[in-house]
T-cell receptor
């Protein structure tokens, strides 16, 4: 069975602070994909990044960066110099092979982390 | 841009009513999904479909059914709504295969009284 754990339920920071959102996953699959989504107050989940299990290179996109470490089964997300517009719920998710390799892209989501950035 | 639309943003129904939630995507995606989102529980998969007329149960299918008669449309049905089905319902679609990201609709907040 797959599992994604986001231990931080809520994080509150002041603008311009750096913040890291933790994500730990469990899977028996050797090939899998990890995702981060952002859910702003409007409600619609927005895709941020996908990472496959064979690519452990960290990725940076503007103020966002992701640290994937297979050794600790973690895929953490850092926002540098946070802004009020970063306030949202952030979800980490995992897509594995599924039974017989036919997962059809089903995602297992973590519980989400509510990030509030104060001006 | 991929567009996933849901028939209602807010819905209020009475216990025992039959409820239909509709989802339409415009990108010819093979896969479509229905989730419910509850505080502290994240998103949980109810049902998904990988082709027209094909469906599979997710993690919490009890009390729900689905229908996919056309590729672009995926409906979630609550046969007899109950108060514990009060939740946010999210529809998503993706290309075939497990490496592709899912695109989400805006959600339907359903209240069952």
């Amino acid at each position: 069975a797959q599992k994604v754990t986001q231990a931080q339920t809520e994080i509150s920071v002041v603008e311009k602070e750096d913040v890291t959102l933790d994500c730990v996953y469990e899977t028996r699959d050797t090939t899998y994909y990890l995702f981060w989504y952002k859910q702003p107050p409007s409600g619609e989940l927005v895709f941020l990044i996908r990472r496959n299990s064979f690519d452990e290179q960290n990725e940076i996109s503007g103020r966002y960066s992701w640290n994937f470490q297979k050794s600790t089964s973690s895929f953490n997300f850092t926002i540098t110099a946070s802004q009020v517009v970063d306030s949202a719920v952030y979800f980490c998710a995992l897509s594995g092979a599924g039974a017989g390799g036919t997962s059809y892209g089903k995602l297992t989501f973590g519980q989400g982390t509510i990030l509030t950035v104060h001006p | 841009d991929v567009k996933v639309t849901q028939s209602s943003r807010y819905l209020v129904k009475r216990t025992g009513e039959k409820v239909f939630l509709e989802c339409v995507q415009d990108m010819d995606h093979e896969n479509m999904f229905w989730y419910r989102q509850d505080p502290g529980l994240g998103l949980r998969l109810i049902y998904f479909s990988y082709d027209v007329k094909m469906k599979e149960k997710g993690d919490i299918p009890e009390g729900y059914s689905v229908s996919r008669e056309k590729k672009e449309r995926f409906s979630l049905i609550l046969e007899s709504a109950s108060t514990n089905q009060t939740s946010m319902y999210l529809c998503a679609s993706s290309e075939g295969g497990r490496s592709y990201e899912q695109y989400f609709g805006p959600g339907t907040r359903l209240t069952v009284t």
